[in-house]
């Protein structure tokens, strides 16, 4: 099992930067691929990017030049810096894990957290 804990979500004007962590725990987390999923209200939960075992991060297009994925496998955590946020990025914010970045691509992952709220205010 691993267990997956999502931090640093909040209020944050048009324009601003917010940095998500996500921090694991129970297995090695260098062995997973990670991923982060968002769904605000209404919607359904959306891929927003993953970041593999060697570090390759893939975006979904609503995100790409904005959000960066990185890790620390020292720190078993990994992290979403998002900068120009617009209010239209208001979701909760989820973190996932697999062995396979396909899983996490489709959302077919097999761990969660419990998502953090991001808010951008216009």
């Avoid at 998500?20 to 982060?36: P, Q, V």
Wanted: net charge neutral.
């Amino acid at each position: 099992q691993v267990q997956l804990v999502e931090s640093g979500g909040g209020l944050v004007q048009a324009g601003g930067s917010l940095r998500l962590s996500c921090a694991a725990s129970g297995r090695t987390f260098s062995n997973y691929a990670m991923g982060w999923f968002r769904q605000a209200p209404g919607k359904e939960r959306e891929f927003v990017g993953y970041i593999s075992r060697s570090s390759i991060t893939s975006y979904a297009d609503s995100v790409k030049e904005r959000f960066t994925i990185s890790r620390d496998n020292a720190k078993n955590t990994m992290y979403l810096q998002m900068n120009s946020l617009e209010p239209e990025d208001t979701a909760v914010y989820y973190c996932t894990a697999d062995f396979s970045v396909s899983k996490i691509r489709v959302g077919q992952s097999d761990y969660w957290g419990q998502g953090t709220q991001v808010t951008v205010s216009s």
